[in-house]
DNA sequence: GCGACGATTCGCT
DNA sequence: GCGAATCGTCGCG
């Protein structure tokens, strides 16, 4: 069992770059922590993320820097959550980033388990650990996100979600690759801006995707 | 108001 | 591989 001890909290600086992609890279290895009243906490290792870049790509939802009462969070100071639910059934985890007014988001597409392994395989119904967080909607379910924890700082060690890094770095194998299940961004959909770490069983599906 | 649809998942064929 | 589930959001009138 590992210690909250042995790891960083991610501080705000970290949220502020306008470089998106670059963060939604440099986002794997760390560690994304949940603390759910009345449930035990989890921490797991985030291995897959998508970068939306407003206003330019057509992916995000804030394309054209388009401000609705949905979006709106995305256009604050980086370091807060942007949750939304997807097909009126699965919650999205997204890291809000750059400064204010720059609508960037980071959608966490999987993440690896590390410590409430029990409370996740509770939560969805699983017993094949290697199934419960290998998706955006499954690993909301897993660590007991929801929209009630939209914009939420992820940097404030009072919040129930949070970003961790390890003290001790770590090299990881990172391949890039088009993102998932936005066939509508014309142009966009081909950026290769979903990053996973390649040799990782625990990312999501589908492995590869093709918008022709 | 109303209708279309989505940064997905699951179960069945 | 395919279709259903399921509802908030958004654009239009």
Same mark, same amino acid.
């Given at each position: 069992m590992q210690k909250l001890e042995d790891f960083d909290l991610v501080e705000k600086a970290f949220y502020l770059s306008t470089d998106v992609v670059d963060i939604a890279r440099s986002l794997l290895g760390m560690y994304l922590y949940t603390s759910i009243l009345g449930a035990p906490p989890c921490l797991a290792k985030i291995v897959e993320t998508? +970068?939306?870049r407003a206003p330019d790509d057509k992916g995000s939802h804030a394309y054209q820097n388009k401000k609705t009462k949905r979006t709106e969070v995305m256009f604050r100071t980086g370091g807060i959550s942007y949750i939304y639910l997807c097909y009126g059934i699965h919650e999205m985890f997204n890291v809000v980033?750059?400064?204010?007014d720059c609508a960037h988001a980071i959608l966490i597409r999987a993440v690896e388990p590390v410590t409430g392994?029990?409370?996740i395989k509770k939560r969805r119904k699983k017993e094949n650990l290697s199934d419960c967080c290998n998706g955006p909607g499954k690993l909301c379910a897993a660590l007991g996100i929801d929209r009630s924890f939209n +914009?939420?700082?992820l940097y404030d060690p009072a919040s129930n979600i949070r970003i961790y890094r390890k003290n001790t770095p770590i090299i990881n194998d990172i391949i890039s690759s088009p993102r998932?299940?936005?066939a509508y961004a014309g142009e966009s959909a081909n950026l290769p801006w979903r990053f996973r770490i390649e040799s990782s069983p625990f990312t999501s599906k589908p492995d590869e995707v093709n918008y022709g």
């Open positions: 998508e +970068a939306y980033t750059g400064p204010k392994i029990e409370e +914009a939420s700082t998932v299940g936005i």
